[in-house]
C-alpha cells in the first residue's frame, strides 16, 4: 500500500486515510518497522503530498515510531526536513520529527528553496502564538545549515531572517515552558547571525547599536553557548568594520571578546 500510493494517492482518496492511521498502529511494534523501514521512508514523501490533512498527524506519529532504531532514514533525511519545517507551527509532531531526523541525519540541512525559508520565517515572526520547541528546532535547523552553505546565508539576509532574529535577540525572548528552551532559542539565533558575518559587506552596514546587542548576551549569565556565539557574531563585526570596532571599545566590549574567545 505504501508504495503504491506514490502513483495512484490523491487528496480525495479515503484509502490514505485509513493507511495513515494504519500505518500510526503498525509503527508501535519493532518487528513491522524493520520489515517496513526502506519502504516506509522511500515513500514518505509521496504519502504526506496526498494524504488528506486530517491524516497528517498519524503519519508524522507513525514517523516518530520508524525512526527508532530506523536505518533507511539516514538517506532520505535531507529531503524530509524541509516538508517539516514546512507543517512546523501547524502540526504538533513536526517539530520532534524534524528533532529526530535531525538526530539520525547529521548532515540534515534546509535545501536552499524560497519556499522553506519562507515557512521558516513565518515561524520565526509568528514566535509569540507557536509552540517553543517549533521554534527552537526551526532555528537550530537554520543554523546548522548557514553554517555550511554561503547561499542560505544570503537567503537569511534576502528574505529578511536575519533582522527577525536579532529583534527575537533583542526582545530577550522568554519561552512559555523553561529556560533551557530559551537559551537554546537565543544561542542558536546568535549563532545563525554570526555565520550570516562572515559577509563583511554585511557587517558594514550594520549600526553601532548592533554591538550593544550581541554584548548583552555576550556578558549575560545564561549559558556558555549563548555568550560563545554572541561573542563571535561581534567578532566578526568589530573585524569587518571599523565604526563597530570603535563601539566595541567604548563599552569596553574588547574585554569581554578576550574572556568568551
Same mark, same amino acid.
Not at 500505518?23 to 488528506?52: C, G, Q, Y
Given at each position: 500500500?505504501v508504495v503504491s500510493t506514490q502513483s495512484t494517492g490523491s487528496a480525495a482518496n479515503p484509502d490514505l486515510k485509513t493507511m495513515a492511521t494504519c500505518l500510526s498502529a503498525l509503527s508501535m511494534k519493532s518487528e513491522t518497522r524493520a520489515i517496513l523501514d526502506e519502504r516506509f521512508w522511500k515513500n514518505f514523501l509521496a504519502v504526506l503530498d496526498h494524504v488528506p490533512d486530517g491524516s497528517i498527524d498519524d503519519l508524522l506519529s507513525a514517523g516518530m515510531n520508524f525512526a527508532i532504531g530506523?536505518?533507511?532514514?539516514? =538517506? ?10 514546512? !507543517? ?17 541525519? +547529521? ?5 536552499? =528553496? ?16 507557536? =509552540?517553543?520547541?517549533? !521554534?527552537?528546532?526551526?532555528?537550530? !535547523? ?7 552553505? +554561503? ?60 554591538? =550593544? ?29 571599523? +565604526? ?18
Amino acid at each position: 500500500a505504501v508504495v503504491s500510493t506514490q502513483s495512484t494517492g490523491s487528496a480525495a482518496n479515503p484509502d490514505l486515510k485509513t493507511m495513515a492511521t494504519c500505518l500510526s498502529a503498525l509503527s508501535m511494534k519493532s518487528e513491522t518497522r524493520a520489515i517496513l523501514d526502506e519502504r516506509f521512508w522511500k515513500n514518505f514523501l509521496a504519502v504526506l503530498d496526498h494524504v488528506p490533512d486530517g491524516s497528517i498527524d498519524d503519519l508524522l506519529s507513525a514517523g516518530m515510531n520508524f525512526a527508532i532504531g530506523s536505518e533507511a532514514l539516514k =538517506d532520505v533525511g535531507e529531503g524530509i526536513s524541509g516538508r517539516l519545517v514546512e !507543517l512546523c507551527g501547524r502540526h504538533k509532531l513536526a517539530a520532534p520529527l524534524l528533532n529526530r531526523v535531525m538526530e539520525k541525519c +547529521p548532515n540534515t540541512l534546509l535545501a536552499e =528553496d524560497k519556499g522553506q525559508f519562507a515557512s521558516l520565517l513565518k515561524i520565526i515572526k509568528q514566535m509569540k502564538s507557536i =509552540d517553543d520547541s517549533d !521554534l527552537c528546532t526551526a532555528i537550530k !535547523l537554520l543554523a546548522r545549515t548557514t553554517a555550511q552553505s +554561503p547561499q542560505a546565508r544570503k537567503w537569511v539576509v534576502k528574505y529578511h531572517i536575519l533582522e527577525a532574529l536579532m529583534g527575537l535577540l533583542e526582545d530577550h525572548f522568554v519561552t512559555k515552558t523553561s529556560t533551557v528552551t530559551a537559551t537554546a532559542i537565543l544561542s542558536n539565533a546568535a549563532l545563525v547571525c554570526g555565520h550570516c558575518f562572515l559577509d563583511e559587506g554585511l557587517c558594514k552596514k550594520q549600526e553601532p547599536k548592533v554591538v =550593544d546587542l550581541f554584548l548583552k548576551h555576550a556578558k549575560a549569565e545564561k549559558g556558555l553557548a549563548i555568550q560563545q556565539n554572541a561573542a563571535i557574531a561581534l567578532a566578526r563585526l568589530a573585524q569587518a568594520s571599523v +565604526p563597530l570596532l570603535e563601539r566595541l571599545r567604548e563599552t569596553r566590549g574588547l574585554e569581554v571578546l578576550h574572556s568568551r574567545i
